[in-house]
């Protein structure tokens, strides 16, 4: 039989192996971390394949933009003096085409004359309607009855009353364009309410030109851009555009234009991207578009992001662009999708 101080000693000893046990557990694993670790470093695992549901998509139009030319001269001049490390692919999102459906017309009609237009329109050719102002004819509204995008458009640079007075502010000049697009029903739950631009605009020798300061403008110009999608920034064609803008005089939207995609964010299929050397390539081979009209033959590159690229004519897919970023908001840009998944001619 042991004795008190046997038993002691044994448990001593029992305790002592058990801490040795689990202080090499522990070693263990934490070993096995650092190595997994360190494997991941040197040999990290490649990216998930792209799934590219949808095959191969059509070539991105970039026709609405300024065409590019081979005589600008691209220069990296980005912070670190490199194009920056961007992702390897995007998703890519269907853009439903509008479809005819029974009743188009005469929602179109209720639709304007809650903005103060005749009921009834002046024409209608296939899904086009004309509608006039009841209160200023010479305000025309011509819209597409199934999609709901319009365009509208005044004599007003021929009208004194509108040419010779000055908005009191840029704030009043939004109130008065989301008024017109509300009194409209057009949806802006999609847009950067907080976030339009403005152009400052004054009128002179028969046409507009940009000014510098509010107490030259005859009209201000609100652009409404489109919230970013996953976090990605969603552009258009030219600077002074956007899905939905409104020309403002001091009292009324003279001129203005809705031209929407409907983009499908739940219908979507990554694709991969070509590498951004080669879309500088490009650009310089005068395959890409500016945003507005260059001034001379360089193009100093400040920074490059992926952004999407919304036109105003329907395209199939939301596809994405390489952004060349410039000085005083001048861009070009890319088509991004690796061409191995473009058709030329439609979707394969």
């Given at each position: 039989m042991a004795t008190l101080s046997q038993t002691s000693e044994i448990s001593k000893k029992t305790f002592v192996g058990g801490f040795i046990v689990v202080g090499l557990i522990f070693l263990l694993i934490l070993t096995y971390r650092f190595g997994l670790t360190l494997k991941n470093m040197l040999f990290p695992a490649p990216p998930p394949a792209s799934t590219v549901a949808f095959g191969k998509i059509p070539k991105l139009d970039?026709?609405?933009?300024?065409?590019?030319?081979?005589?600008?001269?691209?220069?990296?001049?980005?912070?670190?003096?490199?194009?920056?490390?961007?992702?390897?692919?995007?998703?890519?999102?269907?853009?439903?085409?509008?479809?005819?459906?029974?009743?188009?017309?005469?929602?179109?009609?209720?639709?304007?004359?809650?903005?103060?237009?005749?009921?009834?329109?002046?024409?209608?050719?296939?899904?086009?309607?004309?509608?006039?102002?009841?209160?200023?004819?010479?305000?025309?509204?011509?819209?597409?009855?199934?999609?709901?995008?319009?365009i509208m458009g005044s004599n007003y640079l021929n009208n004194k009353e509108l040419t010779d007075k000055r908005p009191t502010s840029v704030e009043q000049a939004t109130e008065i364009a989301r008024n017109f697009f509300n009194n409209l029903r057009v949806d802006l739950s999609s847009f950067n309410e907080k976030a339009q631009k403005n152009q400052l605009l004054k009128f002179e020798d028969g046409t507009l030109?940009?000014?510098?300061?509010?107490?030259?403008?005859?009209f201000i110009?609100?652009?409404?851009?489109?919230?970013?999608?996953?976090?990605?920034?969603?552009?258009?064609?030219?600077?002074?555009r956007a899905p939905i803008w409104a020309l403002t005089s001091s009292t009324d939207v003279v001129e203005a234009q809705v031209a929407m995609q409907n983009i499908k964010k739940h219908k979507f299929s990554t694709y991969p991207l070509k590498e951004i050397t080669k879309a500088l390539e490009e650009l310089g081979k005068g395959?890409?578009?500016?945003?507005?009209?260059?001034?001379?033959?360089?193009?100093?590159?400040?920074d490059v992001e992926i952004v999407y690229l919304e036109s105003e004519n329907y395209?199939?897919?939301?596809?994405?662009?390489?952004?060349?970023?410039?000085?005083?908001?001048?861009?070009?840009?890319?088509?991004?999708?690796?061409?191995?998944?473009?058709?030329e001619s439609g979707t394969d």
């Open positions: 970039i026709s609405e933009g300024v065409k590019s030319s081979e005589k600008i001269d691209y220069k990296i001049e980005t912070i670190s003096g490199e194009l920056p490390k961007l992702a390897h692919e995007i998703k890519v999102f269907k853009v439903d085409f509008p479809k005819p459906s029974f009743g188009d017309l005469e929602r179109t009609k209720a639709h304007v004359a809650g903005a103060d237009y005749r009921k009834e329109p002046e024409s209608v050719t296939d899904r086009t309607a004309i509608f006039r102002n009841s209160t200023s004819p010479d305000y025309v509204l011509t819209i597409n009855i199934t999609s709901g995008n319009f030109n940009e000014a510098t300061s509010l107490s030259s403008v005859n110009k609100v652009l409404f851009p489109r919230l970013p999608i996953d976090e990605v920034k969603v552009i258009n064609p030219r600077l002074d395959q890409g578009a500016l945003n507005e009209e260059i001034e001379g033959a360089v193009f100093p590159i400040r395209q199939e897919y939301l596809e994405p662009v390489y952004l060349f970023k410039s000085d005083n908001n001048l861009t070009a840009y890319v088509p991004a999708v690796d061409d191995t998944w473009i058709s």
